[in-house]
């Protein structure tokens, strides 16, 4: 394996141990997991790793979003509105994309991390 694969397949794993931390009915951003892991100009990675994370059901990906509140990587989810339905399955209600009361849902992971 290249280098440089290496550290991306590292970064990922390390936006996954962040990602299944996660409270169920709570969120996060792109931008807050890519500062804890010390890389805080790495908001697109963070995004990067997420939709490669479909394939690990233990990885809770719906529940990252953008700094906004916005269900940017919905897209790469199977199913036109899964992220959204799987968001209020655990009691977070989303109006066109976007997470209503997104302070009151948000997780801000921890630097012990």
């Known amino acids: ?21 996660i409270p169920e009915g709570k969120v ?3 931008g807050a997991i890519a500062k804890v892991l010390g890389a805080a100009r790495s908001a697109r990675m963070v995004g990067w790793a997420m939709n490669a994370s479909h394939n690990l059901e233990d990885v ?9 509140g916005l269900l940017t990587g919905k897209h790469h989810f199977d199913g036109t509105n899964l992220m959204q339905q799987l968001l209020e399955n655990e009691g977070i209600k989303v109006i066109d994309n976007q997470i ?5 849902h948000f997780w801000e992971p921890k630097m012990n991390l």
Do not use: G, Q
């Open 100 to 104: 209503i009361d997104f302070e009151k």
């Open 28 to 30: 996060t951003s792109y």
């Open 1 to 21: 394996m290249k280098t440089k694969e290496r550290e991306n397949n590292n970064f990922f794993e390390r936006v996954y141990e962040i990602a299944r931390l």
């Open 60 to 68: 809770p990906a719906h529940r990252v979003v953008n700094r906004k």
